[in-house]
């Protein structure tokens, strides 16, 4: 993809309240190189596979509890006000956009990434982020669609812009800010501020936030999820799922196209993806298991917070800072990349979940209603180091399967995708990535060989008639035959030792299931209501 070349000239950001005359707009990543490991830039280091290493200080995780939405007359009665998104005042926002600003008009050289959020030009946003580190920047080059030369002449003015002077700690003194960092978004200003942090992922799921509000608004689905395509036809499939529930690695697949590895849209006419990048988990990445991964982490890979040995190799195993290592790379550093990054509509959704109870079947067959429960439910285990305090995997409901980044209630997506599955006779599956034999700490991951060949079974329609049986509790259609993967895996009870503890855990799940979904009862019909576990 031919990409602009850099601006070094005096960039004009007095619209954005930013008086620096030293601005590099779209650089390219050699440039950011050479600044980053050469121009002072601390906590920097080139890997001998060509990637920059880069640490993000204190933060090496989300901060969902420092995210703030402002409160105005435009958003008030739009955004599901609560643990997701917290209400900040216009005048604590403008507080928190000044200190930023400052912070930014302080530096000597600041970067400027322009680049689009959508791959469809009917429905793309021209984001602009302002940044001082040499490594945000290259890491929002990667995550952008990066325009080219005549797409960056005509970019015009930005439909939003990101702050993001992270180094620089929040003010408490300001009302509705409790920490030192603080992530805020303004539907009103288009323009989101980030101080405290200097996680490069705030940025990327901040765009993605954006998204999650502008999209709907728009009749588009917003959706949290991978997507492949099918290389002999327009169709596609789509993988929902939370970090470490195995979106990237499963999307990277040999058999099919990726059209992206966390964040889609669906339209009227198909998918498309947002971003222009991956951001993979690298913790013991390795080229047997994930060879699509590894090979794209080379020159112009952003690699953060991993470990290095002493003849600069990664140390891919190395958790000493985080269990949170990540890289990010372009979107055609895949081989097997569809550029661009759009398709038509879906054949398959997939739920993926990684169960900690040990007691949800490696693959399920869902009914429309069935679907929709376990999309608003959005059960998973969050993995250690994707958030900040997070050390060991916990079993949690996250809606959607992105509740952090939702800003309508989940009721709002959820009949959003239940009309685009009925409208294209879409087929719902649930796939188990988690642990079987027992639970975490007792029973072990399911093989990654053996969730690849159920994945593969579904795109190859060999599933659409294969033999169910209901689960007796969870009354999902369970698989009990898949090429590829021994039998006696796919019936979860029957990799139990001790039945009785199983029969315990899988009613404690449901019982956990049931008073979760309490909170969205009164907005969904009475069938997606029963579509639920027998308690």
Not at 101 to 125: K, Q, S, T
Request: charged share 20%; proline share 7%; with cysteine.
């Amino acid at each position: 993809m031919a990409t602009a070349e850099a601006e070094t000239k005096t960039l004009d950001l007095s619209a954005h309240g930013i008086t620096v005359t030293n601005v590099t707009r779209n650089p390219p990543p050699a440039l950011l190189y050479e600044q980053a490991l050469g121009g002072g830039e601390a906590e920097t280091r080139l890997a001998d596979n060509g990637a920059l290493v880069a640490f993000s200080g204190a933060k090496m995780g989300r901060s969902p509890n420092d995210k703030h939405v402002v409160k105005d007359p435009e958003t008030e009665n739009d955004v599901w006000w609560g643990p997701v998104n917290f209400p900040l005042e216009p005048a604590s926002f403008e507080q928190n956009r000044e200190r930023a600003r400052a912070f930014l008009n302080a530096r000597d050289h600041l970067y400027v990434i322009d680049g689009f959020a959508g791959w469809d030009p009917a429905h793309r946003l021209n984001v602009r982020i302002i940044c001082s580190r040499p490594y945000h920047a290259l890491f929002m080059h990667n995550m952008l669609i990066r325009p080219t030369a005549d797409e960056l002449a005509g970019f015009g003015e930005p439909d939003f812009v990101v702050y993001n002077a992270g180094q620089q700690s929040a003010d408490e003194s300001v009302e509705g800010v409790t920490s030192p960092t603080s992530v805020d978004i303004s539907f009103a200003h288009n323009e989101a501020t980030i101080l405290g942090t200097e996680y490069a992922g705030e940025m990327k799921k901040g765009v993605f936030t954006i998204m999650n509000y502008l999209m709907p608004k728009r009749g588009v689905l917003s959706m949290h999820c991978s997507a492949t395509a099918d290389p002999d036809s327009t169709s596609s499939s789509i993988l929902f799922g939370l970090s470490g529930t195995g979106k990237t690695t499963l999307s990277a697949d040999p058999n099919r196209l990726l059209i992206g590895d966390d964040e889609h849209c669906w339209t009227d006419t198909g998918v498309f993806n947002i971003e222009g990048g991956c951001y993979a988990k690298t913790i013991d990445l390795s080229e047997e298991k994930e060879p699509d991964i590894y090979r794209a982490i080379r020159f112009g890979t952003v690699l953060e917070n991993v470990g290095l040995c002493d003849d600069r190799a990664v140390d891919w195993s190395d958790s000493s800072l985080t269990q949170n290592t990540r890289g990010s790379y372009p979107i055609e550093y895949i081989a097997n990349a569809k550029i661009p990054c759009v398709a038509g509509h879906p054949t398959d959704v997939i739920f993926l979940t990684a169960d900690a109870f040990g007691v949800l079947p490696p693959v399920s067959k869902l009914t429309p209603e069935q679907a929709m429960y376990h999309f608003i439910s959005g059960y998973t285990a969050k993995v250690a180091g994707t958030e900040v305090g997070v050390t060991d995997p916990e079993a949690t409901f996250s809606p959607c399967f992105g509740g952090p980044f939702l800003v309508w209630h989940p009721a709002r997506y959820a009949e959003m995708l239940a009309a685009r599955m009925r409208t294209h006779g879409t087929n719902a599956w649930l796939v188990n990535t988690g642990w079987s034999g027992g639970p975490f700490g007792v029973g072990s991951r399911i093989n990654l060989p053996y969730t690849r060949a159920m994945v593969d079974a579904i795109h190859q329609g060999v599933l659409a008639d294969a033999p169910t049986e209901p689960d007796p509790v969870f009354g999902i259609h369970v698989v009990t035959d898949v090429p590829g993967v021994p039998s006696d895996i796919l019936r979860p009870r029957d990799t139990w030792a001790d039945k009785h503890a199983y029969d315990e855990r899988a009613r404690r799940l449901a019982g956990l299931f049931v008073e979760n979904f309490k909170e969205y009862e009164d907005d969904c019909p009475p069938e997606v209501c029963g579509a639920g576990p027998t308690v």
